[in-house]
């Protein structure tokens, strides 16, 4: 019983969570949703959420009840992992919390091809070596904000061929190669700032 009032509790506030990131006024006046045209899953999962179900706003249903078709949806490790994510959340400070939400809406007015972009870029930095993933943090942060300002606008500027270019070009340097090239950089910044 404990353990199903753990996950009940974290389902909600995942929920909750999802109703305060995402942003609001997305979906319009649109018909309110009716409690009684929730599947009896839902209704079990907003359980939480029926005596003020009428109150809340129709995005916040909508959201709501995507959140809870998702949660239904999910294998038990998936279901794990968003408990465990939870806890993060839950663990960050406010402001974190709060760079993360304007991080998060920003990705939203993103075209679809620039969140796959996106994506894809994290997908290829997660599969790098843990050492390759703590240098290239390391290298950001040692970055002025000027220098990361200037890194982001070259590379928003550059086409995807462009970029897909430069990266199969680094990938056919050696590491003495990518090295030199470091250094010059650093090199650069230095003269720069001085």
């Not at 839902?42 to 129709?58: C, G, M, N, V, Y």
Request: hydrophobic content about 25%; glycine content about 2%; some cysteine.
């Amino acid at each position: 019983m404990i353990n199903a009032r753990y996950y009940r509790s974290c389902l909600i506030e995942i929920c909750i969570l999802a109703v305060l990131i995402l942003p609001t006024g997305a979906l319009g006046e649109e018909v309110r949703l009716s409690w009684d045209k929730l599947s009896r899953e839902e209704k079990q999962i907003l359980q939480p959420f029926a005596d003020r179900w009428d109150s809340l706003d129709t995005e916040q249903q909508r959201t709501l009840q995507k959140g809870a078709r998702r949660w239904n949806g999910m294998s038990p490790e998936q279901r794990q992992r968003a408990r465990n994510q939870l806890d993060q959340w839950k663990k960050m400070p406010p402001e974190q919390r709060e760079r993360i939400r304007r991080q998060f809406k920003r990705y939203k007015k993103l075209s679809p091809d620039e969140r796959q972009r996106l994506r894809e870029v994290r997908r290829r930095f997660q599969s790098l070596p843990p050492e390759q993933k703590k240098q290239l943090r390391k290298r950001w942060q040692n970055m002025s904000p000027e220098q990361r300002r200037k890194m982001r606008e070259r590379w928003r500027n550059m086409s995807p061929e462009e970029r897909e270019k430069r990266r199969r070009q680094w990938q056919n340097m050696t590491p003495k190669e990518r090295k030199n090239i470091r250094r010059r950089r650093e090199k650069k910044t230095d003269e720069e700032h001085s």
